[in-house]
């Protein structure tokens, strides 16, 4: 009898126990994921990783501005699907899922669907080759890429399979992979915009680029965890390079009142900051000329 | 005695199965959350970014922090929805890069929770989105994050 009641307390305890947390320690697990200093960077938790990763822009919010700023579509800017087979390491796989995961919307977002299935393509086949292709719907994406009135349905689609497809692999300890695929997309997504400003000069294009100081930031903090790979390490430099190319760009915001109103019966709220930009057009050709190189070694 | 013993550690197990069943948050009920979430925010005009699974673990994590970089000149959204039609117990509070306070969805108060918080960004830079289970007993819900031009 000792025996089951033994028994019994033991499952109690092990039901008991099965939380692993303090409520009142989690309602202070906010964690500053900002901070660049050596110290932190060496003890980057798997949940402080999860948080940078999750803060990186979707590279579609880029093409979306591109287009509002009436420039046409421009397919010579993009990469080739015909590299596809070059991409044979798990390495230029997640690069290049990256890449053409922003290509993809960039052809979307311009309604071209021949084009938007050949980046569909070359997505599916890095995934598959990183072994998470079962998280890509590409009948469903292909479908929706092929009907021009379903865009939103379409930006939602691709969105959440990539977000199941970084979800998983940092469930399977590979958010090496996640950097990468992210890394990827955000230099496809400026070298797009910088390109299309060399063209034709936009200030909404020039304060976006000005601006991506704070994405390259967060990316080389995630890359410097991973700076025992010695791929992971060169990257990282590539991009300490491209920051350096942003020293003299100078981001301000000139201060304003925000104001909170209801519209729709959603709290808004008003800032009324103006950016003020101090960036020459040689930074601009400094950026393009190394955010080309990076994507160049990248794609090729 | 020992008979009483055993009816009184059966009580408890049999409570503490009770309160795990209750703390589940199952993915497809997230998953049904994060369609509201999307059907509240795309008639205003609003395209998809991002999901969030808001799994309190039965109220061992009572506030459930993400940060997104926001950009000058677009609008972003970030709705959120649970069992409730009010989504009482569930509040948004949006920080700044410096960790000021930028605009909570509920108004203590009035006790009121709006169903979502838009920010018309002049200023780029990483927010931080807070979710907050308050004063609930149910710790599951889903949201949303969404942008327009």
């Known amino acids: 009898m000792k025996k089951l009641l033994l028994s019994l307390t033991l499952i109690l305890f092990l039901f008991s126990c099965g939380e692993d947390a303090d409520p009142d320690d989690d309602d202070n697990t906010t964690q500053d994921t900002t901070s660049t200093d050596d110290s932190r960077r060496a003890k980057l938790s798997p949940d402080v990783i999860k948080g940078i990763i999750e803060s990186i822009p979707n590279p579609i ?37 990256g890449v053409y995961s922003t290509d993809l919307g960039y052809a979307n977002i311009y309604g071209q669907s021949q084009d938007a299935i050949n980046f569909l393509q070359g997505v599916k086949e890095m995934a598959d080759g990183l072994n998470i292709g079962k998280f890509f719907d590409y009948e469903t994406i292909k479908t929706l890429a092929s009907n021009s009135d379903k865009l939103d349905e379409l930006i939602q689609e691709t969105t959440t399979n990539l977000e199941r497809m970084n979800e998983y692999l940092q469930q399977e300890d590979r958010s090496d992979m996640t950097v990468l695929i992210l890394t990827g997309a955000w ?18 294009l020039n304060i976006r680029i000005a601006e991506q100081k704070v994405t390259l930031d967060q990316l080389s903090l995630l890359l410097g965890h991973y700076e025992t790979s010695p791929k992971m390490k060169k990257l990282k430099a590539e991009l300490e390079e491209l920051d350096q190319a942003y020293k003299n760009i100078d981001v301000k915001y000139e201060k304003g009142e925000s104001k909170e109103v209801i519209e729709d019966g959603i709290l808004t709220i008003q800032q009324t900051e103006v950016p003020v930009i101090n960036m ?21 | 005695m020992e008979r009483r013993s055993i009816f009184i550690v059966l009580l408890l197990i049999l409570n503490t199965l009770s309160w795990r069943v209750q703390a589940q948050c199952e993915a497809s009920v997230i998953e049904a959350y994060n369609t509201q979430c999307l059907e509240k925010i ?38 959120v929805a649970n069992a409730h ?9 949006l920080f700044d890069a410096q960790r000021n306070k930028v605009a909570s969805s509920f108004i203590e ?15 780029t830079g990483i927010y931080y989105i807070s979710f907050s289970f308050v004063d609930t007993k149910e710790f599951c819900g889903g949201a949303v994050l969404g942008f327009k031009r």
């Not at chain 1, 919010?61 to 590299?83: A, C, M, R, V, W």
């Not at chain 1, 057009?281 to 090729?300: A, F, P, T």
């Not at chain 2, 039609?85 to 509070?93: C, D, M, Q, S, V």
């Not at chain 2, 108060?109 to 200023?123: F, G, N, R, S, T």
């Open chain 2, 109 to 123: 108060d009035k006790k009121v929770y709006y169903p979502a918080i838009q920010l018309e960004c002049k200023k």
């Open chain 2, 42 to 79: 795309k008639p205003l005009g609003f395209n998809f970014l991002k999901n969030y699974k808001l799994d309190g673990q039965g109220g061992n994590k009572r506030v459930i922090e993400v940060s997104y970089v926001f950009s000058t000149g677009t609008t972003y959204v970030i709705a």
């Open chain 1, 187 to 204: 230099v496809e997504a400026v070298y797009l915009t910088t390109s299309v400003a060399q063209k034709q000069s936009n200030d909404q």
């Open chain 1, 280 to 300: 020459t057009q040689e930074d601009l050709d400094n950026i393009y000329q190394k955010i080309s190189d990076i994507r160049s070694q990248i794609i090729s």
């Open chain 1, 61 to 97: 919010e880029i093409s979306f501005l591109i287009k509002e700023t009436g420039l046409k579509y421009d397919p010579t800017i993009l990469n080739s699907i015909d590299k596809i087979s070059d991409y044979n390491t798990d390495y230029r796989k997640a690069l290049n899922l």
């Open chain 2, 85 to 93: 039609a009010e989504n009482k117990g569930l509040a948004i509070t």
